[in-house]
């Protein structure tokens, strides 16, 4: 308490505090402490230096409570800081995702990175100059209105000679202050001080290249990923699934296992697993263990039936996010009607290597190593998991194998924290491909409904969107609920499935036009099997955005085309702000677009070339793009000759790493359009590895990629990584309308569809 | 039975003693702890694992151990350092290539083989060459840039 009230009274005092506890400069071990060791105290949300330390040699460390998955987002984190501290970023370092040392802001959640997570961190960091730079009042005798700050020296303005270093400013000392929390978690938290940070105007090194941190690291093989921790006394373990999805053991035969060092076999209901000191014989005894799996019913229908199995199932939830006039009505009494149906299959995450977590569960504590995107909630849900108060479980994320949403990394912690206090040791587990693919949770499989009504001149006079599929969140995006995981499910555990598709205030397929009448309205469908499923669905790599931007940017141009319009024309004439107008502008003019309307010209040759546009939003960002594609029209394949893609996501924080988000993000557009389709039989998913789930290839990809952006100062950055994925379905589809008449409504466009289209037109 | 096999790996010489059947990627990184061939699918198709086996690319997860008896292998850590990097490593630095990294042997690994034997490869050929290795990150085009800056640095 006396403590507590000289903190108020110093904080009065100087608006500050300085404490004399000397911080470890160099933070962020590669390696966590090791297992055992006493859990710290957790950062305080409404404190400084839970977010902003200066150090004594001058360097400042930022503590992020999200993760950067291989986009950058440290170096913008570290722009960001070392511009309101006015240092170099190369002096700013970042520690992420370690539940001991960063606040809980949600993980890697709706590439929300900078646009929302940067924001405390921002403030932080300016309360943290305005202290150093009234101390330097204090120590120059002058007042801090008459300070400036360069690379972390404090000078006088008039007087330059006069100044003072951070270095010197700091010495032994902690930087703290109480901050005003706005008493939440997650993407939302935010924080605040006296100080007002830089105005946009005065930005040095955010709008710069910084080249990223990691980068060298990997190449030169000195990068630790999350399957690379080891731990002493650690086990290396494995993951049995049934061959009929919902199956059960009924018996284990562990007799084959004498022959194999160390290894046994952990089952609990539906849980089973082997475990063994080497990690080849954990692969040996998984592969010897002798398991009797029950009779299960077939869960799945046969694929070719997944369509109308959609189209018929009874809605479980109905949703309209947005209703303007009566477009049903005023569809019934246009002069012309357009329809048109779109279908997208599941699609897996299928992360470059499968799931691994690391789990040491003792009774006076839990480590966690996970390559989960949002480690804190993985501590509240192994938490729950095991019984135990939060406090004492400390995740780690350490890089994972790629993570594009809620993929199999979300359930390797569950998995090797129940081992782990079965076994009583460190237990690894690691997922094999199969999990990877057949095991991961899917992105849902829709139809989408669009029709419009066209007045005698060709004008839209009311459109309605409907959208039918299996739930966005059947498995919630982060591992905060242990219910969520497979572990629990085979375990016997309750369920928490969510039955959403669109939420209100989400992004609106057609959004961007004047449309005069618009009903935008979804259904959910009950999951074909309620637990444990492989067809489980969850949030992939930019959620809803490929099916629901393929109908949507595809019904557009059906439109253009049903009234014999050039597709981009059609666009500009519906469109209603200035930014998506800034976008199509800028691709079009870059791809030299020539107006004309859509359609083959010409004799049909063996290759038919066309091209297509499509323009979308995405939480506040505009994106658009161009394709020019070759149709072999012998074959069906589709050959990407060029993409032009334009990015609107407000104040660029660092363009070259924008620029290669981007496109990165459009070439995986591109692969889930071109190639990817979760296969299943009645019993299971049949996509189990890269030959069964092909992605695009190297040879496959497009000849040429052109990043087109748009720099917004006046506007707060919003999600960069993300939305370029859900450009590349429509543009090319109507590309291939353009180069051959035909119109490709279902996802993906493999060869044998595209020639199967051919030959029905 | 575990047995003893002897290799050279990244220029030094190194003992298992281990199944000779054991796919080479977990004697590298279980046995001699380098951490850097990736278990990606441990089925030859997507280049995570791959090492140089005398200059060869090879998928060391369907690889046995005791195929590299006598024979000396070469991981992502052993073709170059930062003090002398290896063209294809500088050169994706340059371009800045991995989002993840996950996949990186695969492809440097074959991009450093290839160039090897082909000083002046066409696009076509780059392609050609690296067809198969899987990006799920969607690295493509950033990995054509780097090899054919790479090729143009050897
Ligand atoms: S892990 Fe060896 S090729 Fe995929
Ligand atoms: S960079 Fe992530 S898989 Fe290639």
């Known amino acids: ?761 | 039975m575990a047995t003893r096999i002897t290799f050279r790996v990244d220029g030094k010489d190194e003992t298992v003693t281990v199944d000779p059947d054991m796919p080479l990627l977990y004697a590298l990184r279980d046995d001699l702890g380098l951490d850097n061939p990736r278990f990606g699918c441990g089925l030859a198709q997507c280049g995570a694992c791959t090492v140089h086996l005398d200059g060869v690319p090879t998928r060391s997860c369907v690889t046995p151990t005791s195929a590299a008896e006598g024979r000396a292998v070469t991981t992502l850590a052993g073709l170059g350092t930062p003090e002398r990097p290896h063209p294809v490593q500088q050169a994706y630095i340059d371009e800045q290539v991995p989002q993840c990294g996950y996949c990186i042997n695969g492809w440097i690994m074959t991009a450093a083989a290839f160039l090897r034997d082909n000083r002046d490869p066409s696009e076509a050929q780059i392609r050609e060459a690296l067809t198969g290795l899987k990006c799920r990150c969607g690295t493509h085009m950033a990995i054509l840039r780097a090899v054919k800056r790479a090729a143009s640095l050897a």
Request: a neutral charge.
């Open chain 1, 1 to 761: 308490m006396t403590l507590r009230l000289s903190r108020r009274a110093a904080l009065r005092a100087t608006g500050a505090l300085v404490v004399t506890v000397a911080a470890a400069p160099g933070e962020a071990p590669a390696q966590p402490a090791g297992a055992g060791a006493p859990l710290s105290p957790l950062p305080p949300p409404g404190r400084l230096a839970s977010y902003v330390a200066v150090h004594a040699d001058g360097t400042a460390t930022a503590f992020f409570g999200k993760i950067d998955g291989g986009q950058g987002l440290d170096v913008a984190i570290a722009q960001i800081v070392a511009e309101e501290l006015d240092l170099p970023p190369a002096r700013v370092r970042v520690v992420m995702g370690d539940t001991a040392r960063t606040v809980n802001q949600g993980g890697a959640s709706n590439a929300s990175g900078v646009s929302q997570g940067a924001v405390p961190l921002r403030n932080a960091a300016a309360e943290a100059r305005l202290m150093l730079v009234e101390m330097a009042a204090a120590r120059l005798g002058v007042p801090p209105g008459a300070l400036r700050v360069e690379d972390g020296t404090v000078s006088v303005a008039a007087d330059p000679a006069r100044r003072v270093t951070y270095e010197e400013l700091i010495g032994d000392r902690r930087l703290d202050a109480e901050l005003r929390w706005n008493g939440r978690y997650g993407n939302d938290l935010n924080v605040e001080g006296r100080a007002r940070p830089k105005p946009i105007a005065d930005y040095k090194v955010v709008g710069t290249a910084v080249p990223r941190r990691d980068i060298a690291e990997k190449v030169f093989a000195r990068h630790a990923y999350v399957t690379d921790i080891r731990l002493p006394g650690m086990l290396h373990a494995r993951m049995l699934r049934p061959p009929v999805a919902g199956a059960r053991p009924v018996a284990v035969d562990e007799a084959p296992l004498r022959a194999i060092p160390g290894a046994r076999a952990v089952w609990k209901e539906g849980f089973l697993a082997v475990a063994a000191p080497r990690e080849w014989d954990a692969i040996r005894a998984a592969a010897a263990l002798k398991v009797t799996w029950s009779e299960a019913a077939p869960p799945f229908p046969e694929q070719a039936a997944l369509y109308d199995h959609i189209r018929n199932a009874p809605a479980t939830k109905r949703g309209v996010p947005l209703q303007e006039g009566d477009a049903p009505a005023a569809i019934a009494g246009a002069a012309r009607v357009v329809a048109a149906e779109y279908e997208w299959p599941f699609h897996s995450h299928s992360s470059m290597g499968p799931g691994c977590a690391v789990a040491d569960v003792r009774p006076e504590g839990v480590r966690i190593w996970t390559g989960s995107q949002k480690p804190h909630a993985v501590r509240d849900g192994v938490a729950k998991f095991l019984g135990v108060p939060p406090e004492t479980v400390h995740a780690v994320w350490v890089t994972g194998p790629g993570s594009y949403g809620r993929n199999d990394a979300g359930d390797t912690p569950f998995d090797a924290a129940f081992l782990s206090r079965e076994l009583g040791a460190p237990v690894r587990v690691q997922y094999t491909r199969h999990e990877g693919h057949g095991w991961d949770t899917k992105s849902p499989a829709s139809v989408q409904r669009v029709r419009a009504g066209l007045d005698a001149e060709g004008r839209v006079v009311g459109i309605t969107f409907e959208s039918k599929a299996f739930s966005r969140t059947n498995i919630a995006t982060s591992e905060a609920d242990p219910r969520d995981s497979l572990a629990s499910q085979v375990l016997g555990g309750g369920l928490n499935p969510q039955d959403t598709y669109l939420f209100p205030g989400d992004f609106v397929p057609t959004e961007p036009y004047a449309f005069p009448a618009r009903l935008m309205a979804w259904e959910t469908i009950p999951p074909l099997l309620d637990r444990a499923s492989p067809l489980r669905t969850s949030h992939l790599r930019d959620p809803l955005g490929p099916e629901l931007i393929f109908a949507a940017e595809s019904f557009v141009d059906e439109l253009a085309a049903a009234t014999g319009a050039d597709p981009v024309e059609f666009r500009l004439r519906h469109l209603r702000e200035e930014r998506d107008i800034a976008v199509l502008r800028a691709i079009t003019e870059r791809a030299g677009w020539e107006p004309r309307p859509a359609g083959p010209r010409g004799a049909p040759g063996d290759r038919a070339r066309g091209r297509g546009v499509s323009l979308a939003r995405r939480d506040g960002t505009v994106v658009g793009l161009v394709a020019e594609v070759e149709v072999d029209r012998g074959s069906g394949a589709i050959r990407v000759r060029r993409m032009v893609v334009g990015q609107d996501c407000g104040l660029i924080i660092n363009p070259d790493g924008l620029r290669r988000c981007v496109e990165n993000a459009l070439i995986y557009g591109t692969s889930r359009a071109l190639r990817e389709e979760v296969t299943f039989d009645r019993n299971n998913v049949t996509s189990v590895d890269w030959a069964t789930y092909p992605i695009l290839d190297v040879a496959e990809a497009p000849e040429a990629v052109e990043v087109v952006l748009i720099n917004r100062p006046d506007i707060r950055p919003t999600g960069a990584g993300e939305p370029a994925v859900r450009t590349a379905g429509a543009a090319i589809a109507n590309a291939v309308f353009d180069a051959t008449g035909v119109r490709l409504r279902r996802g993906p466009f493999t060869p044998e569809r595209v020639r199967a289209a051919l030959a029905g037109a």
